[in-house]
Nanobody, 122 residues
């Protein structure tokens, strides 16, 4: 199970960090990522970090502003969001698959966390 936290209201160009804690003993084998869904829009990929090489990949819309890290000792993945824009407003979901080389395809996701709301005011 995944449990996301850290959402809230922030002004544009501000920063916000999200966390997602996982239960279970297989955290180190999980490729972890984040998706988001804005009102009236489909859920979209934000980024991921792999289970083995800790490689990261980001959507073009957030690259250079968002950073995903993980702490296997704490069973937690983080999403640091800087220089936030109003268009980043969405419900953010953490997601995971066992092993895997990526996390862009939602059909490959095995675990979803509950969403956490991020609202960026202009």
């Amino acid at each position: 199970q995944l449990q996301a936290s850290g959402g809230g209201l922030v002004q544009a160009v501000g920063s916000l960090g999200l966390s997602c804690a996982a239960s279970g003993r297989t955290f180190s084998s999980l490729t972890l990522g984040w998706f988001r869904q804005a009102p009236g829009k489909e859920r979209e990929f934000v980024g991921y970090i792999t289970w083995n090489t800790l490689s990261t990949n980001y959507a073009a819309s957030v690259k250079g502003r968002f950073t995903i890290t993980r702490d296997n000792a704490k069973n937690t993945v983080y999403l640091q969001m800087n220089n936030l824009k109003p268009e980043d407003t969405a419900v953010y979901y953490c997601a995971a698959r066992v092993y895997g080389l990526g996390l862009i395809d939602m059909n490959a996701i095995r675990y979803w966390g509950q969403g956490t709301q991020v609202t960026v005011s202009s």
